[in-house]
């Protein structure tokens, strides 16, 4: 072989390790692009809400915060911004544009007005906006407008059905809850906002419930307090001065109204022996407090923190595109959690939470 020969070869031999060179360091560095962090990703959940000050609903966002934390992963962050509605749909649907202009891939939506969500739901399919609605139920024909709607909630008479039933074994158990000892329980009834789902259906079952528990009943007031313990205290004052002593029983459709009216006992300066036994729902921290306190006879858990949790799973699995089986939604939409009595065996878990 020539000189020629062993050059040209070596020149090949160059060439030939050159090339391979280039090609191991371009597929090292394809490989390290590989391994490089994926951008990350930022959920953004626009949150509205009839009123920020209602205490449950305060309670479950304060939990929906924390959850949506602790959802938070390395490749997806999660932003929570809350809106608050003021009572007024006008202003919520405001809100709600505001949130959409800002940025914003998944809308929790407390309606003001459960029976008027039309814009909000055009707004929302305008720019293919999941919207998960919570608590306040929007009505069958409105949730089937389009598929990228849910509900979070629990279902009313589940609730009236177990205050009814707490209320029915109090009276059993607490003799002198009839204080005049006619055989009938005179009651009184706070409620929540009219066409409210859980107003409407929580008085009836559990009025019902006391009935088919065998206790007689006899209704001397009703009066709306709009969830409210203030206008409770002062619903509750205004029955006293015209009922008295009279009233033996208090069914509050929520524990801020309960407390509304262990308020107005209060004042009265009305002694625990004479107090009529007053029933509350939810299960808030001072709802429960009061049970412990012992101003309270019973109420019924609303779980906050279920319902908060799965309003957070559910929005990140919308935003990364997962299946949804695992949530189980009745027709593919509504997820309803369930309510629990509190009891004096377990009260303690409730108050740890
Ligand atoms: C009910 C709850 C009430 C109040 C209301 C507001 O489910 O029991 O305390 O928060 O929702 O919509």
């Given at each position: 072989m020539g000189e020629n020969g062993m050059a040209g070869k070596r020149r090949?031999?160059?060439?030939?390790?050159?090339?391979?060179?280039?090609?191991?360091?371009s597929l090292a560095l394809e490989g390290c692009a590989g391994r490089q962090a994926p951008q990350k990703r930022y959920l953004r959940i626009g949150v509205v809400m009839y009123d920020v000050n209602d205490t449950f609903l305060s309670e479950l966002i304060a939990c929906f915060r924390e959850d949506a934390k602790s959802l938070q992963t390395e490749e997806r962050s999660i932003n929570v911004t809350v809106r608050d509605g003021e009572k007024s749909q006008r202003t919520e649907d405001s809100c709600?544009?505001?949130l959409i202009d800002g940025g914003c891939d998944v809308l929790c939506v407390n309606?003001?007005?459960?029976?008027?969500?039309?814009r909000i739901i055009d707004m929302a399919m305008e720019r293919d906006i999941p919207i998960i609605f919570f608590n306040r139920e929007p009505v069958k024909e409105d949730l089937a407008q389009w598929d990228r709607m849910y509900y979070v909630g629990s279902d009313p008479e589940e609730s009236g059905v177990m205050q009814g039933e707490l209320a029915a074994d109090y009276i059993r158990s607490h003799s002198g809850v009839d204080r005049n000892k006619d055989g009938v329980i005179q009651y009184v009834l706070l409620e929540g906002e009219p066409g409210h789902q859980d107003a409407i259906i929580r008085t009836e079952s559990a009025v019902s419930t006391l009935t088919r528990e065998g206790v007689q009943l006899e209704k001397l007031s009703r009066q709306i307090a709009n969830w409210n313990r203030a206008q409770a205290l002062t619903k509750m004052s205004q029955m006293m001065t015209q009922y008295g002593s009279r009233i033996e029983l208090?069914?509050?459709?929520?524990?801020?109204?309960?407390?509304?009216?262990?308020?107005?006992?209060?004042?009265?300066g009305i002694t625990e022996g004479s107090r009529?036994?007053?029933f509350g729902i939810d299960g808030t921290k001072e709802g429960?407090?009061?049970?412990?306190?012992g101003t309270m006879a019973g109420t019924v858990y609303h779980d906050k923190e279920g319902q908060a949790m799965t309003m957070a799973k559910l929005a990140a699995?919308?935003?990364?595109g997962e299946d949804l089986s695992s949530?189980?939604?009745?027709?593919?939409?509504?997820?309803?959690l369930p309510y629990q009595k509190v009891t004096p065996e377990n009260l303690e878990k409730f108050l740890e939470r």
């Open positions: 090949r031999g160059w060439i030939l390790t050159a090339v391979l060179l280039a090609g191991w360091l709600v544009e505001e309606l003001v007005d459960r029976t008027a969500p039309s208090v069914l509050a459709n929520n524990d801020d109204m309960a407390l509304g009216a262990i308020d107005a006992l209060r004042q009265a009529p036994a007053v429960l407090q009061a049970i412990v306190d699995a919308l935003y990364d949530f189980h939604l009745k027709d593919w939409t509504y997820c309803y």
